[in-house]
């Protein structure tokens, strides 16, 4: 995947994973115990470790060169 890819796919669940914060603060729900917001947070997650892996790729590759 793209870093741009990944960077919009990022940026678009976070936006989600806020939106399910505010409404379950709303409500008065811990974080911790909104399963909508726990799924999206791991969602979040593997997008970062995947951008976090993609960059280390890309320094790796400038090294080389």
């Keep these: 995947m793209k870093k741009l890819d990944l ?4 940026k678009i669940e ?6 399910l914060a505010d409404e379950a603060l709303k409500k008065d729900i811990p974080l911790i115990q909104d399963e909508a ?8 997650d593997e997008l970062v470790v ?4 993609y ?4 320094r ?3 090294q080389e060169r």
């Design 37 to 44: 917001f726990m799924e999206q947070n791991r969602k979040v």
């Design 50 to 53: 995947k951008a976090q892996r």
């Design 60 to 62: 790796k590759k400038q």
């Design 7 to 10: 960077n919009e796919k990022l």
């Design 14 to 19: 976070k936006e989600k994973l806020y939106r």
């Design 55 to 58: 960059q280390e790729q890309q």
